[in-house]
């Protein structure tokens, strides 16, 4: 039986780590603007000057909820990879994923607790688990699952007389909390954040948990049919085709859901009350829209990185990506020292062009750092500690080290 080991460099697939890069600076954009910039508790950041107004709609068509999108798939990607290289190997596959789940869950904890309560990785570990039960399972049956779990939620919460039912039974956080919430944030009493952190996590938890949960599994089942139809293989090369119609179909879905969501915010449809099942199909064409531009990033992607000159500029990304945990990490204690009291303070102080703007900066020394890194490490820090605890011996880090073991 071969030994089970982490995946070395040469065995990556390129254009899942640019899409991956790609994913976590939208994550970081969407974050900042809707959460870390105070928006969530604190008083709305001014938004009158014309750049901030585009900056806001830019990120509202662009960048939310399309990036969490592609992290979902990622992740329900890569537990296919996972499997299907331990199957090769025949090592304890399943064993091997478990142990992964419960490290990042233990990581995710950590960073929700004590930096920033956003985290979605220890939600992502415990919603991991029930792709076990998904793996024997058809092509249709995932895609048939994926569109139930993904679609039907939302719907059922949508109903008025269900879905405000149950809001109005779960705790939420109010007027009082949110300014709690918000002097933890500038305030230097770290117990305090703490605890305001996890508070959080439990309304936030308790507000979206019915839908969100099985909304993130909806989206690691596309991804995990994705990974055992093998569409990325090879950069993706052998299926440019399919990737063609993803894009099409995907930028039509996403503009036709970005311009009906413009305009039931605007003035025209301002007084227009809408029967329920126009209601319903609205909630619908979001889903779809935010599923087709998630869709047409990765196609895109795909597409260009089968150009020589294309590929040499995407591939900027590809390092960013392949330490994505140690990039998540660290883009929460950059943003987090930004905004929050332990360091400039700046909550509620910054329009979306300002925000937008810095977490450009940030994410562009992300790169840099990410280059110069791995040219001399194997892992990111976090990764590293990641596969050590998972596999229970010291991981080699040094890229050096691995060329030494396999030899010339």
């Not at 029930?130 to 058809?138: H, I, P, V």
């Not at 719907?155 to 879905?163: E, K, R, S, W």
């Not at 890194?373 to 820090?381: A, H, K, S």
């Amino acid at each position: 039986m071969a030994e089970l080991r982490p995946v070395a460099p040469p065995e990556r697939v390129a254009v899942l780590d640019v899409i991956r890069g790609w994913a976590l600076f939208g994550v970081m954009v969407a974050n900042v603007h809707e959460v870390i910039s105070g928006r969530r508790y604190g008083p709305q950041p001014a938004d009158t000057a014309t750049l901030d107004v585009i900056a806001t709609r830019f990120i509202e068509i662009v960048i939310s909820g399309k990036s969490i999108t592609l992290l979902t798939f990622l992740f329900g990607l890569g537990f296919a990879l996972q499997l299907l290289r331990a199957g090769e190997r025949g090592g304890d596959a399943r064993g091997l994923y478990v142990r992964r789940l419960a490290v990042l869950f233990v990581i995710g904890a950590c960073h929700a607790t004590f930096l920033w309560w956003g985290d979605v990785t220890w939600n992502y570990a415990a919603m991991g688990c029930a792709l076990l039960a998904f793996w024997r399972a058809s092509g249709r049956a995932l895609l048939t699952w994926a569109m139930v779990l993904v679609v039907v939620p939302r719907l059922v919460m949508a109903v008025p007389a269900i879905g405000g039912t149950v809001r109005a039974a779960l705790p939420h956080p109010d007027a009082t909390f949110n300014a709690q919430m918000l002097a933890a944030v500038l305030g230097h009493d770290y117990p305090a954040r703490m605890s305001a952190h996890l508070h959080q996590v439990l309304y936030h938890v308790s507000s979206v948990g019915l839908w969100y949960f099985p909304w993130v599994i909806g989206r690691f089942l596309l991804g995990l049919y994705a990974g055992k139809r093998g569409l990325f293989d090879g950069d993706g090369a052998a299926h440019l085709p399919l990737f063609r119609r993803l894009l099409a179909w995907g930028l039509a879905f996403g503009i036709a859901g970005s311009v009906m969501n413009i305009l039931r915010h605007s003035s025209v449809m301002a007084d227009v009350e809408l029967l329920l099942p126009a209601q319903l199909g609205l909630v619908l064409l979001s889903e779809l829209a935010m599923l087709g531009l998630a869709a047409t990033y990765a196609s895109a992607i795909v597409l260009l990185m089968q150009r020589p000159a294309a590929r040499r500029a995407l591939l900027v990304l590809a390092p960013v990506g392949r330490m994505p945990l140690t990039t998540y990490l660290c883009q929460s204690v950059a943003t987090t020292f930004v905004f929050y009291g332990w360091g400039l303070g700046l909550t509620g102080k910054v329009g979306s062009a300002g925000g937008l703007a810095i977490t450009l900066a940030i994410f562009a020394l992300q790169i840099a750092a990410s280059h110069l890194w791995l040219r001399r490490f194997r892992f990111g820090p976090a990764e590293w500690l990641w596969r050590t605890l998972v596999y229970r011996r010291l991981q080699p880090m040094r890229a050096v080290d691995v060329v030494e073991a396999v030899g010339p």
